[in-house]
């Protein structure tokens, strides 16, 4: 069985998710929509996509592919992923979901009532180093996590374009690179529910009416507390995209480097247990950690089934964020409802 998936959108992370679905064996792209007709014919033309749209309706109703991967700006997740759930298309969609979680949940219940899958891009879930120390933690070697971690940094670089305009945005660099953190972290975590979230965010470093800076501190149902930075631009980072540090009651790991610190009483020294993978590596986003998300995706999509992670994880993340701009505004800690 052969699923035909179409993408809407021809930048960067399009291309990503291209050549992920042509490395797929029982995958292939068939249709592109994008609203620069030169850039869209050149981006069909490099992967040999045979069919070219300029609107995404149209290409719905085309009904030439079976899934819809969205690589659009972020105030077009929404209007995008609705208009495939709705006649029965299965939706991957770019991180953040939506431009806040009342969109959010619309697409989440639009892919419950109509029994179709709706994958959220969060791709760090799928990369090898997260899934070793996510085994680490599943194994109890940590004991009970207390506190963790995480960084959602560029350094001396930041995006521009339409990711710096909060009309077509929703959010900057926290909604941009600080969701890679939280969802990691809660992915580590296993899952918990947020409780509250208090933020501190800011605008240093570049023209936009978005942030380039941000801290959140989020409590999580299970105790645990998720220290998270996110920027743009940034002069220093500790760590680079999706690091993240677990701290537990028998010992210490994370990810980027990759390994546990675990206290040895009885020889008085740290025991280092390496995951073996290499730090820094060649790339820190691999085209490999994309092939596997997209695997999940395309199974689900051959299943019928719910992927995780799926409209409820996105639409979580997306609370998050939200209570995250608004303690900013508050400067108070704002519950997660």
Not at 87 to 94: D, F, N, P
Not at 137 to 157: C, E, P, Q
Not at 193 to 221: C, E, F, K, N
């Amino acid at each position: 069985m052969t699923i035909n998936v179409a993408i809407c959108g021809t930048g960067y992370i399009a291309r990503i998710h291209a050549r992920a679905i042509q490395n797929i064996h029982g995958a292939r792209v068939v249709a592109v929509a994008g609203h620069l007709p030169e850039k869209t014919a050149a981006f069909a033309t490099e992967f040999k996509i045979p069919h070219v749209f300029d609107d995404h309706r149209a290409l719905i109703k085309s009904h030439l592919a079976d899934a819809l991967v969205i690589c659009s700006p972020n105030a077009l997740h929404a209007p995008q992923t609705l208009a495939a759930l709705n006649v029965g298309m299965a939706v991957m969609v770019e991180k953040p979901m939506a431009m806040n979680s009342r969109e959010a949940e619309q697409m989440h219940e639009a892919s419950v009532k109509n029994s179709v899958p709706l994958m959220v891009a969060h791709c760090w879930r799928f990369d090898r180093d997260v899934l070793w120390l996510k085994k680490q933690v599943n194994s109890g070697r940590l004991g009970h996590v207390i506190r963790t971690k995480g960084y959602g940094v560029h350094a001396n670089w930041g995006p521009s374009g339409w990711f710096t305009e909060r009309r077509l945005a929703g959010g900057g660099a926290l909604a941009d690179m600080g969701v890679h953190a939280l969802d990691t972290a809660r992915f580590l975590l296993g899952d918990p529910q947020p409780v509250s979230v208090y933020a501190r965010i800011g605008t240093h470093y570049m023209d936009g009416d978005v942030d380039d800076t941000g801290v959140m501190l989020v409590t999580w149902d299970n105790g645990v507390h998720s220290y998270i930075e996110s920027g743009w631009w940034q002069p220093h980072t500790d760590g680079p995209e999706a690091a993240t540090q677990l701290y537990g009651t028998h010992g210490f790991g994370s990810v980027f480097p990759t390994r546990l610190e675990l206290p040895n009483a009885k020889k008085r020294k740290v025991d280092i247990i390496d995951s073996g993978l290499p730090f820094p590596r060649k790339e820190q986003c691999p085209q490999d950690m994309y092939d596997r998300q997209m695997a999940a995706f395309i199974q689900s999509v051959k299943d019928r089934s719910v992927p995780k992670p799926g409209g409820m994880e996105g639409m979580i993340n997306m609370k998050v964020l939200d209570a995250a701009y608004r303690s900013a505004k508050s400067g108070k800690v704002e519950a997660i409802k």
